[in-house]
Structure formats: C-alpha cells, structure tokens
C-alpha cells in the first residue's frame, strides 16, 4: 500500500512538474504582456477586449523578435525609434492598419524588459523541455535545425567550449543573428551545461546587450534631436569601436586556438 501511495505521488508531481515546465514561461510572459495592457491602455470607452495600438505594435515587435531574422541588433532600434516603417511591419505581422502617428517610440525600460522577458521565458521553456519538444513532429523539425546550426557555430567558434560559462555568455551577449536565447540554449543542451547556469547565462547575456544597444540608440536619438551631425559622428565611432574590437577578438581567438593545439 505504502509502495502504490509513494508512485501515486511521484507520478502526480512528474506530471505536475512537466505541466509547470510546459505552462509556466508562456504564462509568465503572458501576464507581463498584461502589465504592458495597463502600461498601455486602450481608449477611453472602448468595448473589452480592446488594445490601443502602441500595445499592439509592441506585441507585433515581440512576435517578430521571434522569427529570423530579426534579433535586438533590428527589433531595440524599432522598438525604441518608432515610425512609418514599424507600422508597415507590424501592419503587415498582424495584417490590420497602423497609424505611423501612434508609433512614436517605446520607453527604454519597456523594450529591455520585454525582451529580456522574453529570452528567459524561450531560455526556460527550451531547456526544462528540451526531450519533449523532439519528439513534437513539426516543432521537433524545427529544434533538429536549430540543433544543426548550433552544432556548426560550435565547431567554428571554438572558443565557446574553450571559455567555458565565459564563452558562452559572451556569445548571448553578441547582439547579432543567431546569438540569441533559442540558439544559446540548445548550445548550453550540447554542452551539458546545467539548466539553471544555462537559463542563468541567458539571462546576464541578453540584460547586457539589451541595455548596450538600447543605450547606443537612445543616445543617438537624443544626438540626432540637438544636432545630426553629432548623432552621425556618434555612429560612426561605435562602427569604428565595433571593427577595433572585432580585430582584437580574432587576435585573442587565434592565439586560444595556438594554446589548445601546441597542448
């Protein structure tokens, strides 16, 4: 009897564990698109369930930050600037009329927080469901690429298994297609990394290039306001900061690769 009640109880937690593996991230993410509901009200007096259109364009935002090949390095710039060519792209993401006038830009805090949200929310749901999505036919497909490009980025990026937790936080960090949560995810599955320090890494890699490209467009907004020409100057150092630093990377990377051969 004790043997039959202690199964009982374990296979009611597995399967409530799997539930809240499964449930738990999409619920989350869905009540902080809740709390933007409310950050972003719909007009006075309109019928329930109503969206104003800035909530609506940052929903738009959200679901194309999920589709390649869009990542922080297009959708922060957009988010953060607004205009004619946001609506058009959120217009033709939803398929329904965006009035340019309405997008004029989304506050800092509101972009990083959601997609920062939403890289630990993919992060979570990926790694506590890693087996089971495999076994899901067409997102199971999808998952199997995912792995494939992943296993690629790992043979010709040596130096993320060489760092170890450094090199793989540094790669979420890149903000450039295909360094996002879902890819860095599978890499820390290939690499038996925990699913805590996996989830955790993600988390640190997508605050910090969140917060350095929404900072560097902020700026050069606010740059372009007082004068262009400075927001230009501005640009132009940090794409000149950017290949400095890519040159010196690749001499650091070279010289990780001659350390690990002469071993």
Known sequence: MLEELRKT???????????????????AYGLLLVFFWFVFPPPEGAAFPAFSPQFIVLVGLLIAYLVPPFGKETIIPAALIGGAAVAALIAGIIGMPIDPADITGFPLWVVVLAIVAMDIAVATFITFNFNLLLKIPVVGNFLRWIMRGA?????????????????????????????????????????????????????????????????????????????????????????????????????????????????
């Open 9 to 27: 109880h374990e296979l009611a937690w597995g399967i409530s564990k799997r539930i809240l593996m499964l449930l738990g991230p999409i619920v």
């Open 151 to 263: 296993d690629n980025i790992i043979q010709s990026k040596k130096w993320i298994r060489d760092l170890s937790s450094a090199g793989l936080l540094l790669f979420m960090y890149i903000p450039l297609q295909g360094s996002g949560a879902m890819t860095t995810s599978v890499i820390a599955r290939l690499l038996n990394y925990p699913p805590m320090l996996a989830i955790g890494l993600v988390t640190i890699g997508s605050l910090m290039s969140s917060l350095t490209v929404g900072l560097g467009i902020s700026s050069i907004i606010k740059l372009w306001e007082v004068n262009p020409l400075l927001a230009v100057l501005e640009v132009v150092a940090i794409i000149g900061f950017i290949c400095l630093v890519a040159v010196s990377w690749s001499k650091i990377v070279r010289k990780i690769g001659q350390m690990q051969n002469k071993k």
